[in-house]
């Protein structure tokens, strides 16, 4: 599956206003109504996201689909539809 987005490494730097540093970008997130706490959990979040992705689609490439319960193929169709939805 192509990937679109910026490739990593992903920074999470301690600017007040730049929170994560990307190869090619800088992600700025802007906001009087978020503690420094949120910020900081954001930028993690945000800086996390290209190794989440990759895991996850790791994770759906190993899985044997004939031996899943009902339970186990919800998650498995839940974390199809967040891939689908963090990569359209």
Known sequence: MKTTH?????????????????????????SLQLTDEERQANAKLIAAAPELLLRARQILSAIDYGILTKYQLDVVEGLERAIKQATE
């Open 6 to 30: 910026t490739q990593g490494e992903w920074r999470v730097l301690q600017s007040c206003k730049t929170i994560v540093d990307t190869p090619k970008s800088t992600i700025i997130q802007k």
